[in-house]
């Protein structure tokens, strides 16, 4: 007896997890091969519900036959909007209330251009619901959006995924998914779309690895902070051709990766405060003539300031405050000709140029500088000091294992608070019902993070009544439709968190 039921159990709680899944009343015979068939029957049912026309889940129900498009393309994007119309949850400014009819070009927050390979039709080029305040998820049925070179929908409720047909999207110029509340792994599909430039992910709940593909990817822009990521920034970080790199406030630790030096073309602004980040600052970074904004604040970075941060031509805020630093602030940093903020707050330096003292913005409290205001205390500075930090032994040059530490464990003071909490709650099961975490940063009176970018302000409209589809000649492509900004300039970086739904 005891065999079998060892067997039949585990298949029993399977399959009534399938059953539970599929919401299907299911039979269970207690003969072991009648549930596998049963099983089998199951799994073959799900493939079908998720495979059908078009790729999707069957959300969408038929097309009402009087409809004319006025061509292939905007019927199939009249599919993948109604799709997602249904699967949306919450509407609370009616954004989609007028998403009915056959003209898909005049729904809110959908816009209509030339078809780049064929000019003699038009086509949805982008989706633009920033500022929603929507709640739902993306069906798959959006693969079907073949044409858009934009998709921002930041500032919504969306949860879930990208849906895998993403993949679809070849055209995919701007994805904008920030401060939603996605979750789960870095959303891979993003890696396969050949046009992407500027990705936007930051204020969701993704975790886990970032893949490294990333980095070699030609992105213009990549902000990920304010989510649950958790890696070692790999080597071929300084592959990427971005301009501007957010990685803050996740779980990213190991070494500040030497290969940093080489984005010295592209890079403009880099954030990677707040994360574990733990090694010498590289002298390469003396390479990045083009940076403005540094700030690797709040991550256990140690050793002195490399000389070459004077050759950081181009810096403007410089952030290296919460760290465990130390040496002398130099004469060459503080006189850099653009520098106008510079925070080494909270660290143990032992020595500051006079010259830093004429800086706009400038902190140097709790170091261990001698006759300046608010400190540490002499003993905490001298048991810091009194240990040498080899930044050889951190070894950080391209070792795909992670560094082992042979330093002491430091002694530091109770930590300042980090400026977002780091064990934040449990992940939410269903998206809808949690609590939104507060997706402001506002750690110090100190800058940082960027906002989502500028967004279309949506107006609600009247539920329209949908006008009749039939004997309606296809519209001639317009000149004057309102066309998303068909490149939108890199966000401006550096300013305000992204503020709630001021609509
Ligand atoms: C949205 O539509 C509903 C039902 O028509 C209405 O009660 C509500 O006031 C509308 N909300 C806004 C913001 O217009
Ligand atoms: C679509 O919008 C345009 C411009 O706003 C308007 O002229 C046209 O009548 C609308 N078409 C329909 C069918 O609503
Ligand atoms: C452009 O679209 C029209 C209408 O669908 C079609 O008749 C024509 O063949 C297309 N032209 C090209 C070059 O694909
Ligand atoms: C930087 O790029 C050069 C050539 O492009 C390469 O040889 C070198 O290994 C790279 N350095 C790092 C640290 O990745
Ligand atoms: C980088 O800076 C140099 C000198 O500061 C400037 O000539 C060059 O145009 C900049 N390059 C980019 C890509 O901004
Ligand atoms: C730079 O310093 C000035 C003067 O203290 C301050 O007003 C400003 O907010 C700072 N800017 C940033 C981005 O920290």
Sequence with gaps: MRPKINIILPLFAILTLITLVTAEKLSVSNNGVFLEAEAAFIKQRQLLYYRNRYGGRGEFGRIPPSFKFE??????????????????????????????????????????????????????????????????????????????????????????????????????????????????????????????????????????????????????????????????????????????????????????????????RTLNEVILTNNGLHSCLPEEIGLLKNVTVFDVSYNKLM???PDTIAEMT?????????????????????????????????????????????LQGFDDKRNCLRDKPRQRSTLQCRMFLSRLVYCNTLKCQSSPQPPVYSLPPPVRPPPPPPPVPVSLPPPPTYCIHSPRP??????????????????????????????????????????NLPLPPPLSPTPPVYITPPVPAPV
């Design 71 to 264: 061509n292939s393309r905007i019927r199939s994007a009249y599919i993948a909007l109604q799709a997602w119309k249904k699967a949306i949850i919450s509407d609370p400014w009616n954004l989609t209330s007028n998403w009915v009819g056959c003209y898909v070009c005049n729904y809110t927050g959908v816009f209509c251009a030339q078809a780049l390979d064929n000019h003699s039709i038009r086509t949805v080029a982008g989706i633009d619901l920033n500022h929603g305040d929507i709640a739902g998820y993306l069906p798959e049925e959006l693969g079907l959006l073949a044409d858009i070179a934009l998709f921002h929908v930041n500032t919504n409720r969306f949860c879930g995924t990208l849906p895998r047909s993403f993949n679809k999207l070849k055209l995919l110029f701007e994805l904008d998914l920030s401060n939603n509340r996605f979750a789960g792994k870095f959303p891979y599909v993003v890696l396969g779309l050949p046009k992407l430039k500027f990705l936007d992910l930051r204020y969701n709940e993704f975790e886990g690895k970032i893949p490294k593909a990333l980095f070699d990817k030609d992105l213009d822009a990549v902000f990920i902070n304010n989510n649950r990521f958790s890696f070692e920034l790999p080597d071929n970080i300084g592959n990427s051709p971005v301009s501007v790199l957010v990685l803050a406030n996740n779980k990213f630790h190991g070494c500040l990766p030497l290969s940093f030096g080489n984005m010295s």
């Design 314 to 358: 181009s810096l403007q805020q410089l952030n290296v405050a919460h760290n465990m630093l130390s040496g002398t602030v130099p004469d060459s940093v503080c006189s850099l000709p653009n520098l106008r903020n510079f925070s080494f707050d909270y660290n143990f330096f032992t020595g500051e140029s006079p010259v830093c003292l004429d």
């Design 303 to 305: 050793g002195e300031l």
């Design 438 to 479: 507060p997706p402001l940063f506002s750690p110090t009176p100190t800058p940082i993070l960027p906002p989502p970018p500028p967004n279309l302000r949506l107006q609600p409209l009247p539920p329209p009544s949908p006008p009749p589809c039939e004997g309606q000649s296809p519209p001639l492509p317009t000149q």
